[in-house]
């Protein structure tokens, strides 16, 4: 048996290395982008303002036919790394095999519960950039405004039942990412997670004022001036577009990966987030935008998805298998089908947050794209951390927090030692902890943490090593008392569940038997697996 699962794990690294090899050398032949710079003719270019970007065809479409800029997300990046031509490809090339791998490791119980199913909750703080008004008129929006919008996002990336975020597709995916408005402030204050700025304190506001600002002093003085640390919080601003921006509905940062690009990481950090016009962030606003999809669309984006249609024709795809082949954008809602599948030539997908349809048509992401997103938070530089945020709590003075599992995960032996991640939520030093935990459900036991972390800081802690019969377990791990203080567990920072199994490992949990091109396979329960 052991020979068995040896050879079937040689096939395994050889035939994954080779599909790898066969991406990574179409993704260098340039072919998925080889429309992407395309642009149509000076003469008929709409430009933007005097800084020498040029709308996109599909842009340019789009303000012919709605007089509205549905998204500038792409022109955006592509002018952030004008120094960096090959970042599209060397991100893909990156991601397709950061996919392969977690693919593997949900195949081979090497995953944790939380990466398989767990809810990803991501803090938010909205930047409304006003211009004077009272709260609630104009540019000035509402708290329930915002609120609003948190809603529509949640209903959006959960597929929840009973909203105009459901949908029956069978390809139709619950992403498990959560919203969560941020409860303190970089500085640790009280915070309902929405920063009111008003436009009169921005330098040099007034000779940029159009009325309404273009993106290149959101850009260059909103967003920098304004900014909360983007590895705690994902940044969306409110503001009026003007000038030859008067037309743009939303545009976001792309995420970077984990191994380089420009900077390691650290490239424009200070410019990371959403910009979204304030008269389409929230719904019931009226018009075809006004019903809070430029912000699941443009929050798509930064979790590093594409335009459903790839930014070109039949020949280029948004890198994932389950969305059909589409041309171009959509505009309204219309039936229609631009290239031909196989084997099924499905319509194109017009209910997709990444198309470019009214917000009222779109009701869908697919499980691939989720895939693509989780693998995004999991992974990349000012996502990753998001999840283990403090501004997911309220502000406290002595307070621990389990933000993470380090083992039990998958299957474990008989015999096993847990570890977690403590991490200091509170203003004090931590120097004492109690950190609860309960096997299957069972009496609650303690384990006294002593030592010294600052706030922020993490520390492995092993709690005492458990002897479990073969099957299936589970652990939740939290602190119960920071300090000599009492308080109590935290859905977002100081609880942790673990399913897993111990002893079994004589059956693997899924059959391949390497007939097909795709591996692993992009149909059938795998891929379900997000
Ligand atoms: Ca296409
Ligand atoms: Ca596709
Ligand atoms: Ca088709
Ligand atoms: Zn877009």
Redesign the pocket.
């Known amino acids: 048996m052991t020979k068995l699962l040896y050879s079937f794990k040689l096939a395994l690294i050889f035939f994954l290395g080779f599909t790898v090899q066969l991406k990574a050398q179409k993704i260098q032949e340039g072919l998925p982008f080889e429309n992407k710079s395309k642009n149509l003719s000076q003469k008929n270019a709409y430009q933007r303002g005097n800084n020498g970007i040029y709308l996109k065809d599909f842009n340019q479409e789009a303000l012919q036919r709605t007089g509205k800029i549905r998204c500038y997300s792409v022109e955006y990046n592509e002018q952030l790394r004008k120094n960096n031509p090959n970042f599209d490809r060397d991100f893909e090339a990156w991601i397709a095999k950061a996919i392969a791998k977690r693919r593997r490791d949900i195949a081979n119980g090497n995953a944790s519960t939380r990466t398989i199913g767990g809810v990803y909750y991501i803090p938010v703080v909205v930047h409304v950039i006003h211009n004077g008004e009272a709260i609630g008129t104009g540019s000035n929006i509402s708290d329930a405004q915002v609120q609003d919008q948190i809603n529509v996002l949640n209903e959006d990336f959960r597929k929840m039942a009973g909203t105009p975020g459901w949908n029956t597709h069978p390809e139709g995916a619950d992403t498990r990412i959560e919203f969560v408005l941020a409860k303190r402030t970089p500085a640790g204050a009280a915070t309902n997670g929405i920063n009111r700025v008003n436009r009169n304190t921005l330098p040099n506001n007034a000779t940029n004022w159009q009325p309404g600002f273009e993106a290149t002093y959101i850009n260059g003085t909103i967003k920098p001036n304004t900014i909360w640390n983007p590895d705690e919080y994902m940044n969306m601003w409110t503001v009026q577009f003007g000038g030859a921006d008067a037309g743009l509905l939303g545009y976001a940062q792309f995420p970077e990966s984990p191994i380089g690009g420009v900077g390691c990481g650290a490239a424009n950090a200070n410019t990371d987030g959403l910009v979204m016009g304030y008269q389409y962030f929230g719904r019931g606003l009226g018009g075809p935008y006004g019903d809070g999809r430029t912000a699941t669309h443009e929050i798509g984006h930064g979790l590093g998805l594409r335009h ?1 249609w ?1 930014d070109g024709g039949c020949g280029v ?10 041309g171009a954008a959509n505009f309204g809602c219309p039936n229609v089908n631009s290239c031909t599948d196989t084997p099924v030539d499905f319509p194109d997908m017009k209910e997709n947050y990444m198309d470019y349809t009214d917000d009222l048509c779109m009701n869908i992401f697919t499980n ?1 794209q989720a895939t693509r997103m989780r693998t995004v938070i999991e992974n990349s530089p000012r996502r990753k951390t998001l999840l283990t945020s403090p501004a997911l709590l309220a502000p406290a003075t002595n307070y621990g927090g389990i933000v993470d599992i380090v083992s039990p995960l998958g299957n474990v032996c008989g015999t096993f030692t847990p570890t977690v991640i403590l991490r200091n939520l509170g203003s004090n030093n931590l120097t004492s902890a109690t950190i609860s935990y309960q096997i299957d459900g069972g009496s609650t036991q303690t384990f006294a943490w002593s030592g010294s972390l600052a706030y922020k800081a993490t520390a492995n802690v092993n709690l005492p090593t458990q002897t479990l019969s073969t099957g299936n377990h589970s652990i939740r791990v939290w602190v119960s008392v920071s300090n000599g203080s009492s308080h109590s567990s935290d859905m977002y920072v100081n609880e942790i569940i673990s399913n897993f199994s111990v002893g079994a490992g004589n059956s693997l949990p899924f059959e391949e038997n390497f007939e097909s091109n795709a591996f692993p396979p992009t149909t059938g329960t795998l891929s379900k697996i997000l």
């Open positions: 459903i790839g795809d948004d890198f994932c298998a389950d969305t059909p082949t589409a691939d």
